[in-house]
Nanobody, 119 residues
Framework: QVQLVESGGGLVQAGGSLRLSCRPSGILFANYVMGWYRQAPGKQRELVARITPGSSTDVADSVKGRFTISRDNSKSTVYLQMNSLKPEDTAVYHC?????????????WGQGTQVTVSS
């Protein structure tokens, strides 16, 4: 059974930092692009950042320069370092495991972790 276990969310003041972690189980980590997405109340889910097995990254313009995505393939874990947080970053953050090819597996999502930034 595949599980994506997220951690690191919480309540922080504007300007503060948080680090999210996601460790999938039941998949071969090296075959997956890992991503962080977020969904604020009343809004659609949006890409925050994603990282390939070779550590190429794609980061949303809204968080560029503030958020950094990284992965540790030896620990099968992906991280999202969030600095200079703003109230508009408040959302549920979901981890996603996207296979490099459909032949390598399915697309998986975590349950999400709440990030709340107070002004």
């Amino acid at each position: 059974q595949v599980q994506l276990v997220e951690s690191g969310g919480g309540l922080v003041q504007a300007g503060g930092s948080l680090r999210l972690s996601c460790r999938p189980s039941g998949i071969l980590f090296a075959n997956y692009v890992m991503g962080w997405y977020r969904q604020a109340p009343g809004k659609q889910r949006e890409l925050v950042a994603r990282i390939t097995p070779g550590s190429s990254t794609d980061v949303a313009d809204s968080v560029k320069g503030r958020f950094t995505i990284s992965r540790d393939n030896s620990k099968s874990t992906v991280y999202l370092q969030m600095n200079s947080l703003k109230p508009e970053d408040t959302a549920v953050y979901h981890c996603r495991a996207e296979p490099l090819s459909p032949r390598l597996g399915s697309d998986y999502w975590g349950q999400g972790t709440q990030v709340t930034v107070s002004s």
